[in-house]
Every structure is written in structure tokens, then in C-alpha cells.
């Protein structure tokens, strides 16, 4: 069985999150939406808030996706739930060069767990978690940016 793990914050999840993941649905029998839990971290969104909107985001497609949360290295987690795939989107340069030194590192603790990077679509290399929550606090419009079960969930903070 082809597992992969797409691990993140999600903080919140983004139409380029959700782009990366339904091009990556056909490739694995399973993807697990491992949302990074750091306790020591301020979040925009609690973890719970986060779940609630992924399994809302994939209630139709739970027979393939995971939503679960880890803390501590990623290559564990993959161990854990035995994903041989560690899936990463690539919006530009400046996210490979991030991305590739962790991949190497990952090689080197589990030569058999490898991550497969998908570019972008096209009109969603602009999105990032950072810049909607900047939108967000400055009350810009989110529209197009996020899914709207984030817009409905955050819409309903104080």
C-alpha cells in the first residue's frame, strides 16, 4: 500500500494546500494530513479548530485521507503509520532550498521514506498560511484564498 503523509501546520489550510492534496490523491492509497502539534508555538487556529475544518474539507474522501496530528520529526511519524512518502507542495525557489536539505536529512535517517514534491498549480504560488492570517488580522477578504469551511470557522472567533 502507497502511503503518504503531508505533514503542516495548517494554520489555517489554504486553497494551494487543497490543490497540492486532490492532485496527490491519485497517486497513494492513503494520505494521512498530519498537522504538526508544537505546544510551545502561538497558533491563529487551535489544533481542534484546524481538525474540524480538514474533516469537514475531506469528509467525502475519508477512505483515503487521514487527518491525525504528531509532534517531533516528521521521518518518525512516517515510521509510525508506515508512509514510504513524504508529500510537499513547491510554490518557488525559496521552498525547494527549504525543502531539500530536510529531504537529504530524512534519507539519512530512513533511506526508505522518500518526498515527492509537487509544483503549485498555476494562481496558487502566491498563497501561504502567513500571508492569509496578515489578511486576515488587517480584515481583508479571503475569499479566494481559503476554503470556506475556514472563512465559516474563523468568522466565528471573538
Not at 504538526?36 to 467525502?60: C, D, P, Q
Not at 487521514?66 to 517531533?72: L, R, S, T
Not at 498555476?122 to 479571503?142: A, M
Amino acid at each position: 500500500m502507497n502511503i503518504a503523509i503531508f505533514p503542516g501546520s495548517f494554520d489555517p489550510i489554504t486553497n494551494a494546500h487543497i490543490d497540492i492534496l486532490e492532485r496527490a490523491l491519485p497517486l497513494f492509497d492513503k494520505i494521512y494530513i498530519a498537522i504538526g502539534v508544537n505546544s510551545a508555538k502561538k497558533s491563529f487556529l487551535s489544533y481542534e479548530t484546524r481538525r474540524k475544518i480538514l474533516e469537514n474539507i475531506f469528509e467525502s474522501k475519508k477512505d483515503k485521507v487521514v487527518i491525525d496530528n504528531y509532534e517531533g520529526l516528521t521521518i518518525n511519524y512516517c515510521q509510525r503509520v508506515n508512509a514510504k512518502f513524504i508529500l510537499r507542495g513547491i510554490r518557488n525557489v525559496s521552498d525547494f532550498e527549504y525543502e531539500q536539505p530536510i529531504s537529504q536529512n530524512n534519507q539519512l535517517i530512513d533511506e526508505h521514506i522518500q518526498t515527492i514534491f509537487l509544483i503549485s498549480s498555476p494562481g496558487f504560488s502566491h498563497i501561504s498560511s502567513t500571508i492569509v492570517r496578515e489578511i486576515y488580522n488587517n480584515g481583508g477578504d479571503l475569499s479566494k484564498l481559503v476554503p470556506k469551511e475556514v472563512i465559516d470557522l474563523i468568522s466565528q472567533r471573538p
